[in-house]
């Protein structure tokens, strides 16, 4: 199975921003769309977003007004942009593939990255 990749992360002020992307997994059987998770040491990992095949998305609360999913499917790869971004933003941020149905988001689990560090300073 194909793992998907992420790239994109980095140290930014508190205001700046950032786009991660995720490349891949590509047409996979059961699959339908690209979820992007954080992480901060102690804590669970949290949803922050997802976008299906068909464009559909569904953004956690705490980043809807700030955070953007977009897909470019001639590319097979997914971009999460991060606006206005704070210190408590601060995470390791993972791509997966799984499926979205109406608002919810089912992560597939064998389709975890390997993360990628988005840290902001105050």
């Known amino acids: 199975q194909v793992r998907p990749v992420e790239s994109g992360g980095g140290s930014v002020q508190a205001g700046g921003s950032l786009r991660l992307s995720c490349a891949g997994p590509?047409?996979?059987?059961?699959?339908?769309?690209i979820g992007w998770y954080r992480q901060v040491p102690g804590k669970q990992r949290e949803f922050v977003a997802a976008i299906s095949n068909a464009g559909n998305t569904k953004y956690s609360d705490s980043v809807k007004d700030r955070f953007a999913i977009s897909r470019d499917n001639a590319n097979n790869t997914v971009y999460l942009q991060l606006n206005m971004l704070k210190p408590e933003d601060t995470a390791v941020f993972y791509c997966?593939?799984?499926?979205?149905?109406?608002?919810?988001?089912?992560?597939?689990?064998?389709?975890w990255g390997q993360g990628t560090q988005v840290t902001v300073s105050s």
């Open positions: 590509g047409r996979t059987l059961g699959i339908n769309a």
């Open positions: 997966n593939a799984g499926y979205l149905r109406g608002f919810t988001y089912s992560p597939g689990e064998a389709f």
